[in-house]
């Protein structure tokens, strides 16, 4: 009678890597475990990378949004004059903002004055869009003032006006330089309305790292802007930044209560919800299609494990004459495919993570190679290809692969662990 031994006990770890080194020549298959191997590593480094680059372009996406707007803005739904002219400002704007500030979880509020001009400089013109907004309050935009990448003294700001570095490329103006302003909605006169033309000085350059942001916006002091775009003792909207902007719902019912009647809310994930909808819908498709390469990499596994139970039929044979159960062969062959998708996960794991850690250079020698050109920041946005490694993206990719590798090594084991000894040697 077998005597029965511990589940993966040495002696199997001996013979399962005695048949994975075994060159062809002697019944092994190291050329289809190479195979298997590499296209594991492969698909592992790919599903790593396409999620790290996802995580890192939502959180870049998230992140832009957050430091250069605010998390909520309150607009008025319109009242009329005596005249019966619709009018949307905020004439007590100082109280509504005074009144959302005392809500819980809300950090800050302030009115601006917002409006769509031209902006000319050295006979270039652009289409900007100018905030209207006091000092102290554009410092609660990280984003916007960031000694880093700002360039200036933004504590000069009431003497001038900040501008994007795409507005200022665009114009080819700098520090110092005078930008001038183009509203058609200017002063009224017998003979109709005339455009209202001033000329500002260049205080503060900013970079958002967003390009439609930098192409296409300015700010100006508030009471600046109310004599420019003739809102004398009026705002255009409340912009309110709250402590969990991530989870801005939960203060839409308290804001817009405290915002008074005639008052709408609208929140930045109001504003790109259908961007970030469409992305996790991509999010997930991409998943899928690469989980789908992972599998087929993985029955690569498969193959080599039918070829080498086919080429050791005679030693499955002598093996189990010599008392080793169906339980200890299957548990060698099981050890022979599962050793190869651990050693493809980890290699795919350390691939995927050095190309997340050094996405900036990789990517720069590919536009080299490419000629430049490569990522263009006025189509996608953001002026770089972002990647963020997080815990649960990579936990999840080695799940999957380790998953797949194992469920697919169990077939061709047992095969090999029902193989009749008598069968396998009838003809040896």
Request: glycine content about 12%; aromatic content about 10%; charged content about 20%.
């Amino acid at each position: 009678m077998a005597r029965r031994t511990a589940p993966f006990a040495g002696f199997e770890w001996m013979i399962a890597w005695r048949y994975l080194r075994a060159k062809r020549a002697e019944g092994g298959v190291s050329v289809m475990t190479w195979i298997s191997l590499v296209g594991i590593t492969l698909a592992v480094f790919a599903l790593i990378a396409t999620l790290a680059v996802r995580s890192g372009f939502r959180a870049e996406f998230v992140d832009t949004i957050l430091g250069a707007n605010a998390h909520a803005s309150v607009y008025s739904g319109g009242t009329q004059d005596a005249a019966g002219n619709s009018i949307r400002t905020f004439q007590d704007f100082e109280e509504r903002a005074a009144s959302i500030a005392e809500v819980e979880g809300v950090t800050h509020a302030a009115a601006i004055v917002r409006g769509q001009v031209m902006a000319n400089a050295n006979g270039r013109n652009s289409g900007v869009e100018v905030f209207g907004t006091r000092a102290e309050d554009l410092q609660t935009l990280p984003r916007i003032v960031d000694p880093e990448t700002g360039i200036g003294n933004i504590d000069e700001y009431d003497s001038g006006i900040a501008i994007g570095s795409g507005v200022a490329r665009e114009l080819g103006v700098g520090l110092g330089d005078q930008v001038k302003l183009i509203s058609p909605d200017g002063v009224k006169t017998a003979f109709g309305q005339s455009p209202r033309v001033k000329s500002y000085d260049v205080i503060y350059v900013f970079s958002a790292g967003r390009y439609d942001i930098d192409r296409t916006r300015i700010y100006m002091p508030f009471e600046e802007a109310q004599l420019y775009f003739n809102r004398e003792g009026q705002a255009d909207e409340i912009e309110v930044m709250v402590e969990n902007p991530e989870n801005i719902g939960q203060y839409r019912a308290a804001i817009a209560a405290a915002a008074g009647e005639g008052a709408y809310l609208w929140t930045w994930q109001d504003a790109s919800g259908g961007f970030l909808s469409a992305l996790e819908v991509e999010d997930n498709v991409m998943f899928v299609i690469l989980s789908i390469l992972v599998l087929i990499a993985a029955m690569n596994i498969t193959s080599g494990l039918i070829m080498l139970v086919k080429n050791k039929g005679r030693d499955i044979g002598i093996l189990r004459t010599m008392g080793l159960t169906e339980g200890a062969v299957l548990r060698v062959f099981f050890i022979c495919g599962a050793f190869t998708g651990i050693i493809g996960t980890v290699a795919g794991v350390i691939l995927g993570c050095l190309f997340a850690i050094y996405i900036d250079p990789i990517f720069s020698a590919v536009n080299f190679v490419a000629g430049g050109g490569v990522w263009d920041p006025s189509v996608r946005g953001l002026y770089q290809l972002p990647a963020k490694l997080e815990f649960g993206d990579v936990m999840s990719a080695v799940g999957l692969s380790l998953g797949l590798s194992f469920l697919v090594t169990i077939f061709p084991a047992r095969r090999a662990a029902r193989m009749n000894p008598v069968e396998a040697l009838r003809y040896e």
